[in-house]
């Protein structure tokens, strides 16, 4: 039983490959997509920058978003970013949801870009249980890579702020991932 489940799973991976490689040779125009939806997602690290528990020099990082595009160059996007930070028997969750204006240049090939937006930041402590949250800013710069007509690999850096009562938490989350039209 084991070895035909393997079997199918093996045949829906070269299926699926082939399809891919047939779709990427095809005589399709190059033009770019003409959806204004776009979604992505990635990983990476999240580098602590001030008023940071020692104990965390790094943490892992998530990022989940969708966007409309208002134009060719200018977009509304909503950002998921759970962030993990760990360390001496500690861990800190950090939810963090943000809306952000992304400017994008339009050029074809490599595409620099620029965000900035307010968000919500949601903590958690653990073991001790201890839940806080906090509103938030984030301003980011990235570079999204061509890969086929909607479709985009990105290398982005942010640079988020967290407004507490007494004191402004900071962190710069590194992420790569990938970017495609709906």
């Known amino acids: 039983m084991k070895t035909k489940k393997w079997l199918f799973f093996s045949l829906g991976i070269l299926f699926g490959s082939l399809g891919t490689l047939i779709y990427a040779q095809s005589d399709e125009p190059t033009a770019r997509s003409s959806s204004k939806w776009y979604m992505g997602m990635g ?6 920058v001030q008023d940071w528990d020692p104990d965390y020099p790094l943490g892992g990082q998530g990022l989940f978003f969708t966007g409309y595009k208002l134009d060719d160059t200018l977009s509304l996007q909503l950002s998921l ?3 993990f930070f760990t360390g001496n028997g500690l861990s800190t969750l950090d939810n963090r949801v943000s809306l952000e204006l992304r400017w994008r240049n339009g050029t074809e090939g490599v595409h620099p870009y620029l965000l900035a937006g307010p ?3 949601i903590q958690v402590l ?3 249980g201890y839940n806080t949250s906090t509103p938030a ?3 980011g710069v990235g570079f999204e890579f ?17 407004f507490y009562n007494n004191l402004t938490q900071q962190d710069i989350p590194l992420t ?3 970017n495609e039209d709906l």
């Open 146 to 162: 061509d890969l086929r007509p909607g479709e985009r690999l990105f290398l982005e850096s942010r640079y988020d702020l967290l």
């Open 81 to 83: 970013d759970p962030l």
């Open 126 to 128: 653990s073991p001790s």
């Open 43 to 48: 990983w990476g690290i999240t580098f602590p």
């Open 119 to 121: 968000g919500f930041d």
């Open 176 to 178: 790569f991932g990938l």
């Open 137 to 139: 800013a984030v301003f």
